[in-house]
């Protein structure tokens, strides 16, 4: 009977891993055979507010504040306004020695970048701009940003995801990894569904939205994974989220594992919810109504992430092997090898478009240690053990890195 149920479960998951890499192959392929789509210039200038959520980001407020000074774009056409929320140091104060717009909240009922960004929406008077762009606090804006996403709202898009790299690569072996896997995200996975005329997904920072969408549809996410929940919801009322592939913004990442645990295990948390919440029930729902637009939309939710998926491969692969008494033994463990091959060649296609082939190379030799980190955080988070009830900061820190011009290849 044990034979039938690991059969069973190993037969699962040869389908269900080799869908979702078929799946990444493909839009791969897709990035490198697809034409760039071709669009006339706007010839208007849409206004934009810039909303900045802020919890206690003394440290690295500034920063930001001094690369959104420095948009090329008509000054009179956007405005910025720093949510300095629930904050006990100086955020609001640094932001108020810039022209911004400093809104104070105290709510300490309701903590979470999702309440933030609700509250600062109803004191924004969104009649007087034509979009809204949300930025996290340690960040940095490239100069351009806003032409790039005047061009993609021209084409009609109401929510569009901006180009999320990293912004301090050069700090250790981790964010050497993360640049990685953020440009096989922007450039392999988001560009690529772009040019295919498919959804993207939110990625909660650099995400865009015409001010007519949020007057039509509040803002109602709030669990730990806000933009993932707030894109299930447009995804459900049909709204197709764009990507500005030169819209971009250059995320300070952590640059230790230490460091990004209690952010990894939030954003894991809020992935899982949503997924229980909304991702199956749009797969099958997309399915249901022969709705290839929701199908489509719903595999971001539906499929893990890139070392999740990495991650259950090895275990797959494991089981392959070691069970010597079950059904197509010889097949699994033929499929689990090709699979682990093509996400291996998926990443070679990442360090191609990140450069700096050396310094990847050298932190390559972290990755098993990486990857075993990911899996403690990803089953604590699936099994429920960490529930993730209460938001909790991540830590920041002073990057060597500041000049944004190198970060990004692409």
């Known amino acids: ?65 001094d690369s959104l000074l420095g948009i090329d774009y008509p000054k009179a056409v956007y405005q910025v306004y720093v ?40 004191q924004i008077p969104l009649n007087d701009y034509d979009a809204l762009l949300i930025v996290d606090a340690d ?40 640049f990685v896997s953020r440009m096989i995200g922007n450039l392999l996975y988001h560009h690529a569904k772009y040019k295919l005329g498919l959804s993207s997904y939110l990625m909660g920072n650099g995400i865009c939205f015409s001010t007519k969408l949020l007057m039509r549809k509040k803002w109602t996410a709030f ?35 230490e460091q990004a645990t209690t952010q990894r ?10 997924l229980r919440r909304y991702g199956f029930g749009l797969l099958k729902d997309g399915i249901r109504r022969f709705d290839w637009f929701t199908v489509d939309a719903s595999l971001p939710l539906v499929f893990p992430n890139y070392s999740l998926q990495f991650n259950l491969t090895i ?22 090898v090709c699979l682990v091959i093509a996400q291996i060649a998926l990443f070679a296609a990442g360090m191609y478009l990140a450069k700096s ?11 098993p240690f990486f990857l075993l980190w990911k899996a403690c955080i990803d089953i604590l988070s699936v099994t429920g053990i960490y529930r993730g009830e209460k938001w909790v900061r ?8 500041n000049n944004v011009s190198d970060h990004d290849n692409a």
Not at 140 to 167: P, R
Not at 265 to 274: I, N
Not at 395 to 401: A, N, W
């Open 223 to 257: 669990s730990l994974g806000e933009d993932w929940e707030y894109y299930a919801q447009l995804i459900h009322d049909r709204v197709k989220i764009g990507f500005a592939v030169k819209a971009k913004v250059f995320h300070q990442e952590s640059r230790s594992l």
């Open 83 to 122: 949510v300095a929320d629930n904050c006990t140091d100086q955020t609001a104060s640094i932001a108020g020695t810039f022209p911004f717009n400093v809104l104070i909240r105290k709510d300490e009922a309701h903590i979470g970048k999702g309440y933030a960004i609700d509250w600062a929406i109803t």
């Open 139 to 178: 960040n940095i804006v490239d100069k351009n940003i806003l032409l790039e996403l005047n061009k993609i709202i021209d084409q009609g898009f109401e929510a569009i995801q901006c180009h999320n790299s990293v912004g301090n690569r050069e700090d250790s072996w981790f964010t050497q990894l993360l």
């Open 357 to 367: 082939y050396r310094e990847v190379f050298k932190a390559l030799f972290r990755a």
């Open 1 to 65: 009977m044990w034979i039938l149920i690991i059969s069973v479960v190993i037969f699962g998951l040869m389908i269900y891993l080799t869908c979702a890499t078929a799946y990444l192959l493909f839009l791969a392929a897709a990035y490198f055979l697809v034409k760039e789509p071709e669009h006339a210039e706007p010839k208007t200038r849409n206004k934009f507010a810039i909303l900045i959520p802020a919890h206690n980001e003394e440290l690295l407020i500034a920063r930001l504040c």
């Open 394 to 401: 991540t830590d920041r820190h002073l990057s060597r890195d």
């Open 315 to 336: 275990l797959y692969l494991m089981l392959s092997v070691l069970i010597t008494k079950f059904y197509f033994r010889l097949l699994s463990i033929t499929v689990g």
């Open 265 to 274: 295990l939030r954003w894991s948390s809020g992935r899982f919810q949503v």
